[in-house]
C-alpha cells in the first residue's frame, strides 16, 4: 500500500488525538478543525482542498462522515477507507437537546467545565482514571474552543444521509471500533460492515470512543491490517 494515510479527525480533535498513528505510518491528520466549518459538506470541500491525489482515508467520529462525504462526491482520490468509532443514523430524538445542553453549560461556565462533562463518557471505563491520557484529550478539546464546538454540533445536527452511500463503497473497506464505546457502540459497525461490500469489522478490546489515543498499539494493529489488506474480491472501482 503506497498510499498516504489520512486521518479525519472528530469532534474537539486534531493530531494530538492520533499520535500514535503519526509515529507508526507517518500518518497526515487534517488539522485546523476543517476551518471551523458549521456543515460536513464544508469539512469535506476543506479536506479535499488538502488532500493527495490519492489517499488511504481514515474517518473518527465526526471524521468518518466527513469522509463519506469525500466519497460521494470524489471516490477515485480514496485507495481504502476506514470508518472508525461512528455511526451512520441520522439525527435521533433527543440527540439535539444533548448537544444543546452542552453548549450552553459552554457558554455559561465556560469551554473547560463543558469539556470536563463531554469528555469522560468518550473513554473507555478501565481508561478513564489514566490521568495523562486525560489531560492531554482534555487539553486538545479546551484549546478547540468553544467556537468550533458549536460549529461542530450544527455541521452534525445537520448532517447529511450517508446509509445509501455505504453499498456503494467498492474499495477495501474497515470499520474499527473500542470495544467499550458508549457513544458509538459496536453495533453500529456491525451495521456498517453488513452494508459495504466486502467489509471487515474490527473490534479493539478494552477502550471506548477515543480508541486511537487510549490504545495505540492495538488501534494501529488494526489499521496496519486494513493497510495491508487485499481482498480475494477484486475491487473494479468506477474512478
Not at 17 to 23: C, D, E
Not at 134 to 149: E, H, I, N, P, Q
Not at 153 to 174: G, T
Request: hydrophobic share 45%; proline share 6%; charged share 25%.
Amino acid at each position: 500500500m503506497s498510499e498516504r494515510l489520512v486521518i479525519l479527525p472528530g469532534l474537539l480533535c486534531d493530531s494530538r488525538m492520533f499520535v500514535g498513528q503519526v509515529q507508526a505510518f507517518d500518518a497526515l491528520v487534517m488539522d485546523g478543525f476543517y476551518g471551523k466549518a458549521n456543515r460536513i459538506e464544508a469539512m469535506a470541500d476543506f479536506a479535499l482542498d488538502r488532500l493527495p491525489a490519492r489517499c488511504a482515508l481514515l474517518g473518527h467520529s465526526m471524521g468518518a462522515r466527513v469522509a463519506l462525504e469525500i466519497w460521494r462526491r470524489a471516490p477515485e482520490r480514496v485507495e481504502r477507507l476506514a470508518l472508525a468509532d461512528t455511526g451512520v443514523h441520522m439525527v435521533r430524538p433527543g440527540e439535539a437537546d444533548k448537544r444543546y445542553a452542552l453548549r450552553d453549560l459552554g457558554r455559561r461556565e465556560g469551554c473547560a467545565v463543558m469539556v470536563d462533562q463531554w469528555l469522560p463518557p468518550m473513554i473507555g471505563k478501565e481508561r478513564r482514571q489514566d490521568a495523562d491520557l486525560y489531560a492531554a484529550l482534555r487539553a486538545m478539546s479546551v484549546d478547540a474552543g468553544m467556537a468550533t464546538f458549536e460549529a461542530q454540533i450544527d455541521a452534525m445536527l445537520h448532517r447529511p444521509e450517508v446509509e445509501s452511500l455505504l453499498p456503494s463503497i467498492n474499495c477495501p473497506a474497515f470499520a474499527i471500533v473500542g470495544s467499550d464505546d458508549e457513544w458509538s457502540p459496536v453495533a453500529q459497525h456491525e451495521d456498517i460492515v453488513a452494508a459495504i461490500p466486502g467489509a471487515q469489522l474490527r473490534i479493539v478490546a478494552g477502550v471506548g470512543h477515543m480508541a486511537p489515543a487510549e490504545d495505540p498499539v492495538r488501534f494501529n494493529d488494526s489499521v496496519r491490517e486494513w493497510l495491508n489488506w487485499m481482498p480475494a474480491r477484486t475491487f473494479q472501482q468506477a474512478r
